[in-house]
């Protein structure tokens, strides 16, 4: 054998071996939740705005520490009145007064970078908690899809074996037809179920930004947690009074505003009237004057202005108020409608119990020729309800928990 054939023949091999594990690696793969949240993170379009706005917030931040930078001009200048003449000069200025709007900015911006810092903290939780209630409904909706399957398998199965009774003339042909219904339901049950499955997966998605490749979501286990969250300060309310903090310097400022101008005046200059590149022959100088002034007609708008900010201010106190009592009786709902879904979820596990035990009775019971065919579709029914109903109430019982940390701003699922 050549070398050239012994290659094509290693070759072919190896592909033999490499295409079908990548098939079969293909097929098991699967979407778990800590993906789905990290492409959530990357790339919802919420959180791609947030970011955009922390840098805005950034940047007005670092324009109020330029503000107190003083003002420094270079010029160079050439004069033909017939004499040539050049000319340069560097001149260095400041002014800094007693109600210095600049100070007042520089310290609202820094408000406004802490607000924007807990706001962009606080959309991660939001981010983290809107991908697991989509990544919740596709499950569930998952879940739902494989107990339709089953129950059309049962169906399926009762129907064969009603037809088989029928022509031992052991089965009525009403009996018959409530098999044919009964199957055509599961069958209408699995469409639906199907449906919403992939109107789930399109929502969780679209939110993630990200093409969907079809691959099944994996199971959600998260033990259910049993101590209660204590209550502590959301981050929406923190935000409201800090920018109380910004209301409270717009009083000061307009108290300030009542007082005289006082300002303070530095300049320094240096220039030359001859060879720019001669430095000794540059000259300097330098001014620092102190001035003090108030204005005999803008005492009654100042006062006004004044009396607005203030009352703004008391709004904002009775805002604040408001939003920390109904945040606290929300807190107080949010603990009983969690206590409440965990008594629904022990009632739905106990139900799903004593429905398992009676399909099981009734299957028997039927195959035996006791019981009617329409005593079996009950009891299938109920049992596929009750699975249907445990599973729903440990997935909100899920969300209830996450939304009461999302809430109080604890980190969402014990990590983000």
């Not at 931040?61 to 330029?66: A, D, F, I």
């Not at 160079?76 to 600049?102: P, Q």
């Not at 919740?136 to 399926?156: D, G, P, W």
């Not at 099944?216 to 009074?241: C, F, G, Q």
């Amino acid at each position: 054998m050549t070398t050239t054939a012994k290659i094509i023949t290693c070759t072919v091999i190896l592909l033999f071996f490499t295409i079908p594990l990548a098939l079969m690696s293909n097929s098991e793969r699967v979407y778990d939740l800590e993906e789905l949240i990290e492409l959530g993170l990357q790339n919802s379009h919420e959180r791609q705005s947030e970011a955009l706005r922390l840098k805005n917030s950034k940047s007005s931040l670092t324009s109020s520490y330029v503000d107190f930078l003083p003002s420094a001009n270079v010029n160079v200048g050439h004069e033909y009145t017939g004499d040539s003449r050049t000319s340069a000069g560097l001149s260095i200025s400041k002014n800094l007064y007693l109600n210095d709007s600049r100070y007042f900015n520089w310290r609202r911006s820094r408000i406004d970078w802490g607000n924007a810092e807990l706001s962009y903290q606080e959309n991660k939780k939001s981010t983290v908690f809107e991908v697991f209630l989509r990544v919740i409904r596709t499950v569930e909706a998952q879940k739902r899809v494989e107990i339709q399957k089953r129950n059309l398998a049962i169906q399926e199965r009762v129907k064969e074996q009603t037809e088989l009774l029928h022509r031992l003339d052991q089965r009525s042909l009403i009996e018959l037809k409530q098999s044919e219904i009964a199957l055509i339901n599961a069958q209408v049950s699995l469409e639906d179920s199907q449906q919403h499955l992939k109107e789930s997966r399109e929502d969780l998605f679209m939110y993630l930004n990200i093409d969907d490749e079809g691959h099944p979501i994996a199971e959600i286990e998260i033990p259910v947690s049993e101590e209660l969250p204590n209550y502590r300060e959301p981050v929406d309310l923190t935000l409201v009074k800090n920018n109380l903090k910004k209301a409270d310097l717009t009083l000061t400022q307009s108290k300030l505003s009542f007082l005289p101008n006082i300002s303070l005046n530095y300049s320094y200059i240096i220039r030359t009237d001859d060879d720019v590149l001669s430095f000794d022959d540059y000259s300097d100088s330098y001014t620092v004057s102190l001035s003090a002034s108030y204005s005999l007609f803008n005492y009654v708008q100042n006062r006004q202005t004044h009396h607005r900010n203030r009352r703004e201010k008391m709004i904002q106190e009775i805002n604040i108020d408001r939003i920390e009592s109904g945040y606290q009786k929300q807190y107080q709902q949010m603990i009983r409608n969690l206590k409440r879904e965990d008594r629904l979820y022990e009632l739905s596990e106990r139900r799903q119990e004593l429905a398992e035990e009676t399909l099981e009775l009734a299957r028997s019971r039927f195959d035996q020729g006791v019981l009617s065919l329409i005593e079996l579709e009950q009891a299938t029914k109920d049992y596929h309800e009750a699975t249907i109903e445990l599973s729903t109430r440990y997935y909100q019982r899920l969300l209830k928990q996450e939304e009461l940390n999302l809430f109080l701003s604890y980190p969402i699922l014990g990590r983000w």
